[in-house]
């Protein structure tokens, strides 16, 4: 089984042309910084007893991140070498965090557990050889590691938990053994802060590791991001321990400059995962946002055949209407001109009423195609009260055979901005539903009011009242929730679908209690004078 791929991730994801530049303008610099620092090395500066200390905390907080996030991402990979260098990651952070520890005057004058002056010389060389090393090491086996199948997914807490104890305990166990047995380790500083001769073995082991880290990592700087950058720390940690083996007594430019390119080279992965990390789940949200709209259209439209498929037998007598009075109005025409002399203005008259018939036959035609079609939303401005009287076309045929008389309160509108067709849907929805729940009142009477009026502050409001056996108080925001539903044929999308038509134009969609009896649906639009606020299209929002 292959290691699980994930482009996404920094540790797959190809450098780009931006990364090579910036990872190129950063090498620059820090080779320029170390040619600045060299010839004065030697110089003594100030004491600064609080560097350490600082430097300490700066690298155990930026190495302590990087290794979890570098965690995080071997939690979705699986790949042993992330855990490795992650764990080498976490080793510098822990041997840092007690290299401050230890520093005397930090907590205690001579230093916290006991610790000796060849205490912090030798947990120095451990911070700075374990890092390469573990760098060294993920080079060698990552292209081993792409023919391995990667760590179980139920291992993955087991690794994570496992690999983390170990450090901790290694950690430990090194502090007590260079603390326990100092008076029998080589001395690597003097009494007088300067380097003996034998110190020059371990920072020319060091310089070794970090040599070796550098050259093995540079050969794969294009496989990755995380290895383009992985280069550039290996080239900072190289330049910090060359100047680790110019220190000649502490509080040097070399002493100083040491630390300072260990802190870039702990800062430079920890920016890149977290910029990266931030840039990709923004374009993966993005991604997401733009699935889910498809998804949320591809559900609105599918509602519109849902609708137009129930309405299939009405519709065809509403075209069946026309084209039958069009061919009255042809016979007629044809039995005027068969009169002597044929009365030429009757068949003018009657050819007229026949154009007339085929024009609303094609408009009938034009609103079933606008609603059945799938097209992307078109905001424009249009006359909301002119859309709401073609919807009742659609509606007429259902409204007669319920026995549901209409009566219609169309003030005068400023123009709406939006999506004529989502917007005749959810009139036509309300209406629908209307009706339907009128069907089901035996007594008294199927009334059917749709008003609409001007308001200053909201903008235009819709109102959709009937007359039907109305809605439990308790629901009256429920019905809007997707699947939730009275009917026994209804899926319970097309409120919800209705509401998010609403919300995506900048209004507001609610239910109320109608007055004597039946339920009452109102909802606004901003004029085409107010902004819209999220001209989208519709979307799915489960409330």
């Not at 591809?298 to 509602?303: G, Q, S, V």
């Not at 009757?346 to 026949?354: I, P």
Request: contains cysteine; hydrophobic residues 50%.
């Amino acid at each position: 089984m292959p290691e699980i791929q994930q482009p996404w991730l920094v540790s797959f994801l190809p450098p780009s042309p931006t990364h090579r530049r910036v990872a190129l303008a950063v090498s620059t610099f820090l080779l320029v910084a170390f040619v600045i620092a060299v010839p004065s090395a030697r110089v003594m500066l100030p004491r600064l007893e609080i560097y350490i200390p600082l430097v300490a905390t700066v690298m155990f907080v930026n190495d302590l991140m990087t290794a979890s996030l570098l965690l995080a991402q071997f939690s979705i990979v699986r790949s042993r070498t992330l855990l490795l260098l992650a764990n080498g990651y976490l080793f510098t952070a822990l041997v840092v965090a007690v290299y401050g520890l230890v520093w005397p005057g930090a907590f205690h004058p001579t230093g916290l557990f006991g610790a000796g002056p060849q205490t912090r010389p030798w947990l120095y060389l451990v911070w700075h050889a374990g890092l390469p090393t573990s760098v060294v090491v993920y080079a060698l086996l990552e292209s081993k590691e792409r023919k391995t199948p990667p760590v179980a997914q139920g291992s993955v807490r087991a690794f994570i938990f496992a690999s983390t104890t170990c450090n901790v305990l290694i950690v430990c166990g090194l502090t007590w053994f260079v603390t326990r047995f100092e008076d029998v380790l080589p001395n690597l500083v003097t009494s007088l802060d300067r380097s003996t001769e034998f110190s020059h073995f371990g920072t020319g082991a060091i310089l070794f590791v970090s040599t070796s880290a550098l050259v093995l990592q540079w050969r794969r700087r294009l496989r990755s991001v995380l290895d383009l950058w992985l280069s550039v720390v290996t080239l900072a940690w190289l330049l910090g321990s060359i100047m680790l083996t110019a220190i000649g007594a502490r509080y040097e430019v070399a002493w100083y400059a040491t630390p300072g390119f260990s802190v870039v080279s702990a800062t430079l992965v920890l920016l890149v995962l977290l910029t990266e990390s931030l840039m990709l789940h923004a374009q993966l949200e993005l991604t997401e946002r733009q699935r889910l709209r498809q998804l949320e259209a591809d559900l609105a439209h599918m509602n519109r055949l849902s609708i137009m498929g129930e309405q299939a037998a009405s519709f065809a007598h509403e075209i069946t209407q026309p084209i039958g009075a069009a061919r009255n109005y042809a016979c007629a025409a044809l039995n005027f001109l068969d009169q002597q002399p044929p009365n030429l203005d009757e068949v003018k008259k009657q050819l007229g009423s026949v154009l007339g018939a085929a024009d609303r036959s094609g408009e009938i035609l034009d609103r079933i195609r606008d609603h059945i079609k799938k097209a992307p939303p078109r905001t424009a401005r249009f006359d909301l009260n002119h859309a709401i009287n073609e919807v009742m076309v659609l509606g007429r045929s259902a409204i007669t055979r319920n026995g549901v008389s209409v009566q219609t309160l169309l003030e005068g509108l400023a123009p709406v901005q939006g999506d004529r067709v989502q917007l005749q849907q959810v009139v036509l929805n309300l209406i629908l539903n209307a009706v339907e729940a009128m069907g089901s009142v035996e007594a008294g009477t199927r009334e059917l009011l749709i008003s609409t009026e001007q308001n200053q502050a909201k903008g235009v409001l819709v109102a959709v009242r009937d007359s039907g056996p109305g809605i439990d108080p308790e629901n009256l925001e429920r019905v809007f929730e997707a699947f939730y539903t009275t009917k026994t044929s209804g899926m319970g999308m097309g409120l919800s679908i209705c509401r998010s038509i609403i919300d995506a134009h900048g209004g507001r969609l609610w239910a109320g209690v109608n007055e004597p009896r039946g339920a009452v649906f109102q909802f606004t639009l901003p004029d085409a004078e107010k902004e819209i606020m999220d001209p989208r299209p519709a979307a799915l929002h489960t409330r």
